[in-house]
């Protein structure tokens, strides 16, 4: 008997071990910062890591953040004065991967300068217009040149961030925001039009964690960005600071807005938000939510964010500013609050958000028919109405799928990687907890990398063999507000890793090295 309970014990202690099986990947803090170049108050620098203990897997070219400081049209200004080059160069190599023709690109770039004016810019707020015209009046005045103009860059990747993941629900955007009928032009192109804009991928994954789960009760909150790799964007890989002071906008809190200075994470493409973070401890992440129930007639989602996290200190005020503006394309978002010590999982689609926090009943009890979807088997084993929400205590979760029924009702059919990704989120919290360990800075950066699309059937190795079906350009942990056991915690900190190397040497984000910044240690408010 005793050998008996031995080989149980043994059997059970190695289940916990596997529930937590995570990666652990390398994590470096900037050793200094290099400045390259001003323009009035605000400044762009070089990044300087240390040295990677492994040959080629550091980054090629270092990361670069800019502190941009001054009115909405001043940090405009200053963005294209000190970035015009590289955001030029990540939009023509972004577009060059589309294999296209000089005539094929202007067809596809005026099909998306028209859906911007046409569409998006009527419903966006005026200060990220003001940011535009800043960008417009830098190259104004310093002339033309063959590079592409910063303003237009920022305006092409609002729509195109913004744009549904397939053919379906780009019709479906177009059928129903043009009333009045599509124009000629349109008509002749749209096939065409679309075949190139389903080279777009859209994955994405994001969490929010906090309380009995974690150390000292704090929160944390990530974001992955899955999206088209090995492009060569990652050459501009790019952190901003943006401290206002408009009294234009913001007279009744001293010409600040009321979230403070905030910071986003991406690449050299304008000042719209993939992903963000203020001084104040609220988080903004995306993913995508491949559902028919689309507009363009909205605040594109990367000036949305944004907007989030200058009006917001905390979810009350976040939500009422989330409200206050409309849905656009179908997505998922994760935003949370350093302040309330919690987050919220939101499911978008035209004229309808449904809010989940933890442990939510509507996400507890979501069904999917697997009836009649013979797609079903790419996912489960189960048949008829399978169960699909596992929310937990004390965290929300999401992939690109939805568990509210009027979100389902127009949601498409699900598929093995938003159903794992999601799953893996439950287990992985769920083994955390059986295990009595308390998520910190290693914890949840575990969780996130071992979430990034790398490519290969298993998700907790970094295996270069399979890196080439990989999508992962971006991976996100934040760690906002307060953390007073933290020297520079004082306004909270996070990690971002972005994909490096290229060609047969690119290695997704996830694979990467993950650099922290604090937030205490640039910007002016």
């Not at 419903?123 to 103009?149: A, I, K």
């Given at each position: 008997m005793s050998v008996f309970l031995l080989f149980l014990f043994l059997f059970l202690h190695l289940q916990l071990v596997v529930a937590v099986e995570m990666l652990n990947p390398e994590v470096v803090v900037p050793s200094g910062y290099t400045k390259l170049r001003s323009s009035k108050a605000s400044s762009l620098y070089q990044v300087e890591l240390p040295s990677p203990p492994t040959s080629g897997f550091g980054y090629a070219t270092p990361p670069l953040l800019v502190d941009l400081r001054g009115t909405h049209k001043q940090i405009g200004f200053d963005y294209a004065s000190l970035l015009h080059n590289e955001t030029s160069d990540t939009f023509t190599t972004f577009q060059a991967t589309f294999g296209l023709k000089?005539?094929?690109?202007?067809?596809?770039?005026?099909?998306?300068?028209?859906?911007?004016?046409?569409?998006?810019?009527?419903?966006?707020?005026?200060?990220?217009?003001?940011?535009?015209?800043?960008?417009?009046?830098?190259?104004?005045?310093?002339?033309?040149?063959?590079?592409?103009?910063?303003?237009?860059?920022?305006?092409?990747?609002?729509?195109?961030?913004?744009?549904?993941?397939?053919?379906?629900?780009?019709?479906?955007?177009?059928?129903?925001?043009?009333?009045?009928?599509?124009?000629?032009?349109?008509?002749?192109?749209?096939?065409?039009?679309?075949?190139?804009?389903?080279?777009?991928?859209?994955?994405?994954?994001?969490?929010?964690?906090?309380?009995?789960?974690?150390?000292?009760?704090?929160?944390?909150?990530?974001?992955?960005?899955?999206?088209?790799?090995?492009?060569?964007?990652?050459?501009?890989?790019?952190?901003?600071?943006?401290?206002?002071?408009?009294?234009?906008?913001?007279?009744?809190?001293?010409?600040?807005?009321?979230?403070?200075?905030?910071?986003?994470?991406?690449?050299?493409?304008?000042?719209?938000?993939?992903?963000g973070q203020n001084a104040l401890g609220v988080t903004t992440s995306e993913m995508n939510l491949d559902n028919s129930v689309v507009t363009f007639q909205g605040v594109p989602f990367p000036a949305r964010l944004r907007y989030v996290l200058q009006q917001s200190t905390d979810l009350s005020e976040a939500m009422t500013t989330w409200d206050a503006t409309n849905n656009t394309n179908s997505f998922n978002f994760m935003i949370g609050s350093a302040t309330d010590s919690a987050a919220y999982a939101l499911e978008t689609i035209r004229g309808f958000t449904a809010h989940f926090g933890a442990n939510d009943p509507i996400e507890q009890n979501a069904v999917y028919n697997c009836t009649s979807d013979p797609t079903c088997s790419k996912w489960t084993n189960g048949t008829g109405l399978v169960r699909i929400g596992k929310p937990l205590p004390e965290a929300v979760f999401r992939s690109n799928h939805g568990f509210h029924p009027r979100v389902m009702k127009t949601q498409e059919p699900l598929f093995r990687d938003t159903v794992s990704r999601y799953d893996r989120m439950h287990d992985l919290f769920a083994g955390l907890q059986s295990e009595n360990i308390a998520i910190d800075d290693k914890e949840a950066l575990g969780v996130v990398a071992s979430l990034g699309t790398k490519g290969g059937p298993n998700p907790f190795v970094c295996d270069a063999s399979q890196f080439s079906d990989g999508e992962n350009v971006m991976s996100i942990v934040y760690a906002p507000g307060l953390r007073k056991e933290v020297v520079d915690g004082s306004q909270g900190y996070f990690f971002v890793a972005w994909e490096s190397g290229s060609g047969s040497a690119w290695r997704p984000a996830a694979c990467s090295r993950y650099v922290r910044f604090a937030l205490s240690q640039h910007g002016s408010n």
């Open positions: 000089p005539q094929q690109l202007d067809e596809l770039n005026g099909f998306i300068d028209w859906l911007w004016t046409r569409l998006l810019e009527p419903h966006t707020p005026q200060p990220f217009l003001d940011e535009l015209e800043g960008m417009r009046q830098y190259h104004l005045q310093h002339g033309s040149t063959d590079l592409v103009d910063s303003n237009v860059v920022a305006r092409r990747f609002y729509v195109l961030a913004n744009m549904p993941a397939d053919a379906k629900n780009i019709i479906a955007m177009l059928e129903n925001d043009l009333e009045e009928g599509w124009p000629e032009w349109l008509k002749k192109t749209i096939n065409w039009i679309i075949e190139q804009l389903e080279k777009l991928n859209m994955g994405c994954d994001a969490f929010g964690v906090w309380g009995s789960r974690t150390a000292n009760s704090l929160l944390f909150t990530s974001r992955n960005l899955d999206y088209n790799s090995n492009t060569g964007i990652n050459k501009h890989k790019l952190v901003t600071f943006i401290s206002l002071q408009d009294p234009k906008y913001y007279s009744q809190t001293g010409g600040v807005p009321k979230g403070g200075k905030h910071v986003t994470m991406g690449f050299a493409f304008g000042l719209g938000a993939l992903a």
